[in-house]
């Protein structure tokens, strides 16, 4: 089977080595052609004029990444003030921002506001926070929807057992807290889950919402969240999400309920990792194989600090070998691969099926483009890896420098 970066021409002729040479090691290594592909895909997840995509700035939020999904016509949702800077740093104006604030103060509430972002809550009691701010406030609710999904307990954002959302029992209470605060709800959302690849759970979770908003008239806004998955078994012949069908079933439904009600809202999803997951791969360096009592050892330096998803989620990444000598890639056997922390849970992939790895050889980490870089670390104070882009022309951009001792250390001297 051809690798991933052989079919879709990631590289664009530069080899992976000589991005290591020159940028260090390990390097995250995004291709421009792809992330505009996937947010083309997402833009138009629905056949509306009044349907907009908010990219999710927490699976990735460098800036020039951003750029380029702003230049593809996507809106953001953001989490925190941090994720907002990086959207202004990247152009994107204010009215195309949504907090969707999780459990904050109202400090960071009115950092949102006064640029004029809209702010979405999640509980009675920050409902209650923010109406307090001021009268005549606009703003929107996060609602649990009853229905979640996802490829982990731990990402599993809406039903009964999660932190998220307002329940769909406290509409009443809801409707006497924006009225004693004279808030006006302009919008309501929902995310219930993220990764799932199968349209059904999203499309019952849209049309619970869509009830929902039956309670609210004339809201400007409902956003049904993001959570769509990516095929990140490939190599083992995974299918992706039939975004097609998803489409139609999605727009019926929208079409279907505005008929029914005479309201034309703005729709809205926020999708991450559709968005940039495909759009990278992690490269790093092997640094020793050992056998030890029976299992084979593959040790790198890509370690959980880096990419920690598959410590975390025990999550599956596919693993391209390219060899250091050129040779030809032989039979596989089960290897498994580690990076350089001092836990024993340090595991990319564990006893996976992979060709014989050597001393000195690259691996390439696949679909490392959400979730990646942003949830790396310093961890054992090491230094978070350079980011670069692959444009279409083959040319590589620095999008991101790796860090340096004394970035790491500069918060803790001279104090
Ligand atoms: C509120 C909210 N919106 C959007 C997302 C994006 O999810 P995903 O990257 O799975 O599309 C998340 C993360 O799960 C989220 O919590
Ligand atoms: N961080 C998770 C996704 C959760 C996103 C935020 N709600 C992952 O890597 O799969």
Redesign the pocket.
Known sequence: MAYYSQTTGFYKGNDPKELLAKFGSPLYVYSEEILRQKARDMKNLADLPNFQS?Y?V??NSNVSLLRIIHEEGLYA?A?SPGEILALEAAGFEHEKIFY?A?NVSSEEMKFALDRGIIVSVDSLDQLDQFGRIADGLEVAI?FNPGVGA?HSEK?V?GGKKTK?GVSMDDIDKVKEILARNKTTLIGI?Q?I???YMEKDPFIAAVKNLLEIAKSFKGLKIIDF?????IPYKKQSGQEPLDIASLKDEFTEVLKAWMAETGETPLFKI??????V?ESSILLGTVHAVKDNAGTTYVGTDLGFNVLARPMMYDSHHDIEVYPNDGRALGEVFEQTVVGNICESGDIMAKGRLLPEIKTGDTLGVMDAG??GFSMSSNYNNRLKPAEVLIKADGSVKLIRKMDNYESLLINMLNL
């Not at 926020?270 to 968005?275: A, C, I, L, Q, T």
């Open positions: 908010n999710s927490k699976a949702d989490m969707v999780n996060r996802g990402v954002t998220f959302n995310h889950g993220s990764l969240g993001g959570g769509f998955g926020e999708p991450g990792r559709y968005v997951a959400a979730y």
